[in-house]
């Protein structure tokens, strides 16, 4: 009987904790340093969620391991609502498959609230790579085996994973350079550090519009209305590297099901407004805001396809 009070104890305090969420300052995770897309998409929802919620949300960034720092902490955090974060490719599907010493796991160890965005990819180089489109830079490239540099937000990041399938599938030789996140990884490609930037289009798109980088191809299923003349990376020839990329709202794993759905409904509420919807098209984002059950099922899903095509391509990732 005492077992049954507490148990309906806790079930009372849940509900009551859902309805009156969230009564303090939300921390929201993001896995990786200021300046990339996943900072760039991530504050866009956290200042929606904000106002729509009334409660600041509270960005943190914690970089490292491709993501992987970042989404542990997520995945560690209290079931209350308090610590949220958000979910990118890297973290969820490239760490989980090619990190032998991860200690999450990519579904279990997390709530799904909704996918924010989808982002096209894109490949770059530094003016100074005597290339003007993607035949030229392949010529080039197998011409200087492993002197040419690109540079990723990591070991284990997306980036690192469509430069190593962009290797196989071109049948070139270059040397990977990881960074911190995106944003380090930037600030050397625009410096020539290096010659090569797999990144995701948001970050690079302004660099690439005043001639600080060259754009060579882009990962979506079309090309983009901002970068017309850009190829997608299936036009030039090199299908396995043309998937666009994803970024989503999380929590831990048992997140109650009220604050998941109040979270959820805020969400989308900020996605449907015209200046949120501005400000992501303006990035190359493209809202989306699907249920959780169908976030869920998106993470499954590229798991399942970027694990076939890693095993098919024996691609390395050292």
């Given at each position: 009987?005492t077992r049954?009070?507490?148990?309906?104890?806790?079930?009372?305090?849940?509900?009551?904790?859902?309805?009156?969420?969230?009564?303090?300052?939300?921390t929201?995770?993001i896995?990786?340093?200021?300046g990339?897309s996943?900072?760039?998409?991530?504050r866009?929802?956290?200042?929606?969620?904000?106002?729509?919620?009334?409660?600041?949300?509270v960005?943190d960034?914690?970089?490292?391991a491709g993501g992987?720092?970042?989404?542990?902490a997520?995945?560690?955090?209290?079931p209350?609502?308090?610590?949220?974060?958000?979910a990118t490719?890297?973290?969820?599907v490239v760490?989980?498959?090619?990190?032998?010493d991860?200690?999450?796991d990519?579904?279990?160890?997390?709530?799904?609230?909704?996918q924010?965005?989808?982002?096209?990819?894109v490949?770059?180089?530094?003016?100074?790579?005597?290339?003007r489109?993607?035949?030229?830079?392949?010529?080039?490239?197998?011409?200087?085996?492993?002197?040419l540099?690109?540079g990723?937000p990591?070991?284990?990041?997306?980036?690192?994973l469509?430069?190593?399938?962009?290797?196989?599938?071109?049948?070139?030789?270059?040397?990977?350079?990881?960074?911190?996140?995106?944003?380090?990884?930037?600030?050397?490609?625009?410096a020539?550090?290096v010659?090569?930037?797999?990144?995701?289009?948001?970050?690079?798109?302004?660099?690439i519009?005043a001639?600080?980088l060259?754009?060579?191809?882009?990962a979506?299923e079309?090309r983009?209305?901002s970068?017309?003349?850009v190829p997608?990376?299936?036009?030039?020839?090199q299908?396995l590297?043309?998937?666009?990329s994803?970024f989503?709202?999380?929590?831990?794993?048992?997140?109650?099901?009220d604050?998941?759905?109040?979270l959820?409904?805020?969400?989308?509420?900020?996605?449907?407004?015209?200046?949120?919807?501005?400000r992501?098209?303006?990035?190359?984002?493209?809202?989306?805001?699907?249920?959780?059950?169908?976030?869920?099922?998106?993470v499954?899903?590229?798991?399942?396809?970027?694990?076939?095509?890693?095993?098919e391509?024996?691609l390395k990732?050292?």
């Open positions: 009987m049954l009070f507490a148990l309906l104890a806790l079930c009372c305090w849940t509900l009551a904790a859902a309805q009156s969420y969230p009564a303090k300052p939300v929201l995770i896995p990786f340093p200021p990339g996943t900072d760039i998409i991530g866009i929802a956290a200042e929606g969620l904000q106002r729509e919620l009334g409660q600041p949300f960005v960034n914690r970089s490292g992987a720092i970042g989404a542990k997520i995945a560690d955090a209290a209350d609502g308090y610590t949220l974060g958000i490719i890297s973290t969820h760490n989980p498959i090619v990190r032998s991860l200690r999450y990519p579904l279990a160890d997390f709530s799904f609230v909704s924010i965005a989808a982002v096209p990819n490949v770059s180089i530094h003016p100074s790579v005597p290339a489109n993607m035949a030229e830079f392949i010529a080039y490239a197998k011409k200087n085996p492993g002197k540099n690109f990723t990591g070991v284990g990041s997306l980036g690192h469509i430069g190593e399938t962009f290797k196989y599938s071109a049948k070139v030789d270059m040397t990977h350079v990881p960074y911190r996140g995106a944003g380090p990884a930037l600030n050397d490609a625009l020539g550090q010659q090569v930037l797999f990144d995701n289009l948001p970050s690079s798109l302004p660099h519009h001639g600080k060259r754009a060579l191809a882009v979506n079309k983009v209305a970068l017309p003349d997608t990376f299936a036009e030039t020839g299908p590297v043309n998937d666009p994803w989503g709202l999380i929590g831990p794993a048992r997140l109650p099901e604050m998941v759905k109040r959820h409904g805020a969400l989308v509420t900020t996605l449907k407004q015209p200046e949120v919807q501005k992501l098209q303006a990035a190359e984002s493209i809202p989306v805001g699907n249920s959780p059950e169908a976030f869920r099922q998106v499954a899903n590229a798991l399942d396809n970027t694990r076939k095509v890693v095993r391509a024996n990732f050292e």
